[in-house]
């Protein structure tokens, strides 16, 4: 299918349109939707005919799964790794233009956005989801840390609820996403093509969205996430879930950890402390060092294989445990 573009633009009136269009892959970012989607987004941001850039997707199930990760597992595998570099850097100057862009950014999210998708929407200005948005970070299942400036939004969430999606890769709903603050509007999926038409056709913003602002529940723990997660080592976060003896929330946790990579996880948690004292552009600059690094680890072949690939869900992690993590492995991934 080499030469067909998974990405459609529109314009009507003012409103640039993006629609994401490889829904077999749940639409996952591949080298020419990056760069399509960057050399789009530079034109319409001098461009004073466009006011207002939209992206929808072209998927009933997906906004954004993420980047391609199959990809990149097959650039390591042949030893490109001018290539792994080179889809990351475009990647995440992609993410750090919608954070800069000049004119509202408005991603619609009717389905899950994981990984990369975040990238291409948290940055942007309005973030809107539905009942259908599921939203993670879950790449230490496969060997890899969450990235595309999530080492800059994550910390800056409340009370632990950054390293808790970092590191256990847990799904939230749309609710749970504005409520935390990673999604600014919630629609229920049956109003989304009422609001998006309202948008292409020019209503100004406030007012297609109008009924669609105020207060909404999470039922998300958020006691017992700070309890646990508001911390920046993995063994003390293991160590506090481990002792809490009896509690199935803290169980349930544990085994999300331990279907993450240990090293994933170690450097996932350095990654996040680092951020939080650090600007946007540093922190991509830190994840691309880092993605270059990690993925010359046998844990992203791995990973990838075991979650993506061969899709058995038993990867062969090594070290198999957070305690056999040595700092200084860390330290190499991590610059
Ligand atoms: C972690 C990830 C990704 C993932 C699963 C993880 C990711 C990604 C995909 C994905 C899903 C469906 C596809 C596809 C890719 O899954 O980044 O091509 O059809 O893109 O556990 O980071």
Request: hydrophobic share 45%; glycine share 10%; charged share 25%.
């Amino acid at each position: 299918m080499q030469g067909v573009s998974h990405l459609r633009t529109e314009v009507h009136g003012g409103v640039g349109e993006i629609v994401l269009d490889r829904p077999r892959a749940l639409n996952a970012l591949d080298q020419s939707m990056i760069d399509e989607m960057t050399a789009v987004l530079e034109r319409w941001g001098d461009d004073d005919a466009i006011d207002t850039v939209l992206v929808t997707s072209s998927s009933d199930r997906a906004f954004c799964a993420g980047g391609d990760i199959r990809a990149v597992r097959e650039s390591v595998l042949d030893g490109d790794a001018a290539a792994v570099e080179a889809y990351f850097e475009s990647e995440y100057r992609l993410d750090q233009l919608i954070a800069e862009y000049p004119k509202p950014y408005v991603a619609v999210i009717d389905g899950a956005a994981m990984g990369g998708g975040l990238g291409i929407s948290v940055h942007g200005e309005v973030r809107i989801v539905s009942e259908k948005a599921l939203i993670a970070m879950p790449e230490t299942a496969i060997g890899f840390f969450p990235d595309v400036g999530s080492t800059y939004f994550l910390p800056r969430l409340p009370q632990g609820i950054g390293m808790w999606l970092a590191l256990t890769g847990t799904r939230i709903g749309g609710a749970d996403a504005v409520a935390i603050g990673l999604a600014t509007h919630f629609v229920p999926s049956s109003a989304i093509p009422g609001v998006v038409e309202a948008i292409r056709h020019g209503a100004p913003l406030r007012e297609a969205l109008e009924d669609h602002r105020g207060p909404v529940t999470t039922e998300l723990p958020l006691r017992k996430i700070a309890e646990y997660f508001d911390d920046v080592s993995v063994a003390g976060i293991i160590g506090g879930l481990r002792g809490a003896v009896g509690d199935d929330w803290a169980d349930e946790m544990l085994d999300l950890l331990t279907t993450g990579s240990p090293t994933s996880l170690c450097v996932t948690a350095r990654l996040i402390e680092e951020g939080a004292e650090s600007s946007l552009a540093e922190c991509l600059d830190r994840e691309l060092a880092a993605a270059v690094r990690i993925t010359a680890h046998p844990d992203f072949a791995e990973g990838v294989r075991a979650v993506l690939v061969d899709k058995d869900r038993s990867p062969a992690f090594c070290p198999a445990t957070v305690e056999d993590v040595a700092p200084e492995d860390v330290a190499a991934i991590v610059p």
